[in-house]
C-alpha cells in the first residue's frame, strides 16, 4: 500500500511564508512526477506546481515567483512566499507512483492540509 501525507498548512498573514511537506511512504518501486494541486471554496481543484523526476519544475502562472516545488527522494515540498488571500485553499500532492507489486504508475493523493492567508 502506498500513502501520502501532508503537512505545514496552517494560518498566516498576508505576505507571510509557509512550507508544506508531502511525504509518500511504502511498497514504492518508484516515483515519476509529483505535483502540488489546491481547492478554495467553490472552485475547481487546480495544478499549482509539478516536479519530474529528473527535477523539472512547472508553475501555474499566478504562484511563479512565489512558490517554489523541490524534492528529496520520496519528499515532495512546496514553499509559498507572499502569500495572499487569493492562495486560501486546501493543498494536495500527488504522485505518479509504481508499487512494487505493480507494472504501471498510478496516481495517489494525499489528504490534503488547509492553507489560511488571512489578517
Known amino acids: 500500500q502506498v500513502q501520502l501525507v501532508e503537512s505545514g498548512g496552517g494560518l498566516v498573514q498576508p505576505g507571510g511564508s509557509l512550507r508544506l511537506s508531502c511525504a509518500a511512504s511504502g511498497s514504492i518501486a518508484s516515483i515519476n512526477a509529483m505535483n502540488w494541486y489546491r481547492q478554495a471554496p467553490g472552485k475547481q481543484r487546480e495544478l499549482v506546481a509539478g516536479?519530474?523526476?529528473?527535477?523539472r519544475t512547472n508553475y501555474v502562472d499566478s504562484v511563479k515567483g512565489r512558490f517554489t516545488i523541490s524534492r528529496d527522494k520520496n519528499t515532495v515540498y512546496l514553499q509559498m512566499n507572499s502569500l495572499n488571500a487569493e492562495d486560501t485553499a486546501v493543498y494536495y500532492c500527488?504522485?505518479?507512483?509504481?508499487?512494487?507489486?505493480?507494472?504501471?504508475?498510478?496516481?495517489?493523493w494525499g489528504q490534503g492540509t488547509q492553507v489560511t492567508v488571512s489578517s
Open positions: 516536479i519530474t523526476n529528473g527535477g
Open positions: 500527488n504522485g505518479a507512483i509504481t508499487s512494487r507489486n505493480g507494472y504501471l504508475p498510478r496516481i495517489y
